[in-house]
C-alpha cells in the first residue's frame, strides 16, 4: 500500500505542479500555458504518502489544524530535499529572490499553498485506500495509458469513463 501512495502522491504533486507553473504564463498572458516540473519532483512529492498513516492519528483533528502540520511537514522536507538538491547543483528550484525565503529551498509565503496541498493529498489517500474505490484501477489505466500511448477508440471510452467515475467518486 505504502508503494501504491508513493505512486498516486508522486503524480498527483507532478499534475498539481505543472497546473501552478502554468499559472505564470496565463497571468503573463501566453496562451500556450506551458507548465514544468522536474524528475526530482517525483519522489519529493510522493513522500506524502506519509499522510495516510498520519492521518490515523490526526483524523479528529479540524481540517484547519492537519493542513498547518501538513504544511510544516511539507516545509521541512522541501527544506533537506532543496538543500540536499542544491549541494550537489540538481535543485529545480530557486526561491532565493522572494521575500520570505528561508536558503532559497522554501517560501514561507507558500504555507497556504502547502496547507491546501497536504489536504488534498489526505483526501485523494483515503479515497485510493477505501476497500472497492476505483483508485487502484484508475492507477493501473493511467500507467497502461503511459506504456501504451496509441488506443483503440473503444479503449479511449473505456478509459475516459474509468477516469470520469473516478473523478466522481472522491468525495469531499
Known amino acids: 500500500m505504502i508503494t501504491k501512495n508513493f505512486f498516486v502522491c508522486g503524480l498527483t504533486g507532478w499534475c ?32 506524502a504518502a506519509v499522510i495516510a498513516p498520519l492521518y490515523r ?6 481540517a484547519l489544524l492537519r493542513g498547518c502540520i501538513y504544511s510544516v511537514g511539507i516545509f521541512s522536507f522541501e ?3 532543496g538543500t540536499l538538491l542544491k549541494h550537489h547543483g540538481m535543485c529545480p528550484w530557486d526561491y532565493s529572490q522572494a521575500k520570505a525565503n528561508i536558503g532559497g529551498v522554501i517560501r514561507l509565503d507558500y504555507a497556504p499553498l502547502w496547507m491546501a496541498a497536504g489536504l488534498l493529498f489526505e483526501r485523494i ?4 485506500n477505501t476497500p472497492g ?40
Open 133 to 172: 474505490s476505483s483508485c487502484y484501477f484508475y492507477f493501473q489505466l493511467l500507467i497502461y495509458r503511459l506504456i501504451f500511448p496509441k488506443i483503440s477508440e473503444n479503449e479511449r471510452i473505456f478509459y475516459q469513463y474509468n477516469v470520469n467515475f473516478f473523478l466522481l467518486e472522491i468525495r469531499w
Open 16 to 47: 498539481m505542479e505543472i497546473l501552478f507553473t502554468s499559472t505564470g504564463s496565463f497571468l503573463k498572458q501566453d496562451k500556450r500555458l506551458i507548465g514544468r516540473t522536474s524528475v526530482w519532483m517525483f519522489p519529493i512529492y510522493g513522500t
Open 79 to 81: 527544506y533537506i530535499s
Open 125 to 128: 489517500l483515503i479515497h485510493c
Open 57 to 62: 492519528h490526526i483524523k479528529n483533528l479540524p
